[in-house]
Nanobody, 118 residues
Framework: QVQLVESGGGLVQAGGSLRLSCESSASISSFNLMGWFRQAPGKQREFVAHITRGGTTNYADSVKGRFTMSRDNDKNMLYLQMNSLKPEDTAVYYC????????????WGQGTQVTVSS
């Protein structure tokens, strides 16, 4: 069973930055998709960003230009650099790994809370 542990969340003022990390117990290079999702109170979980095994990144329109996803295959780590944070970015952020080439089931972390105050 793959274990994912997120960290780096916290409380930040609007316009600030945070860097989220996700540590995998398995080699991330064996997965086709690696991503970040988030869930705000009362809302459905939504896609934030992903990176493919080949290194292609994709972002939700709402975070494009502000968030950057990266990975370190040697350390089995995923990162999400979040800049110019807005109150609407407040959510629990989850990392996810998928063996398929599309999001089917995969593995989820337990989440880390990000709160952006106005």
């Amino acid at each position: 069973q793959v274990q994912l542990v997120e960290s780096g969340g916290g409380l930040v003022q609007a316009g600030g930055s945070l860097r989220l990390s996700c540590e995998s117990s398995a080699s991330i290079s064996s997965f086709n998709l690696m991503g970040w999702f988030r869930q705000a109170p009362g809302k459905q979980r939504e896609f934030v960003a992903h990176i493919t095994r080949g290194g292609t990144t994709n972002y939700a329109d709402s975070v494009k230009g502000r968030f950057t996803m990266s990975r370190d295959n040697d350390k089995n780590m995923l990162y999400l650099q979040m800049n110019s944070l807005k109150p609407e970015d407040t959510a629990v952020y989850y990392c996810r790994l998928e063996t398929r080439t599309t999001w089917v089931r995969g593995y989820w972390g337990q989440g880390t809370q990000v709160t952006v105050s106005s």
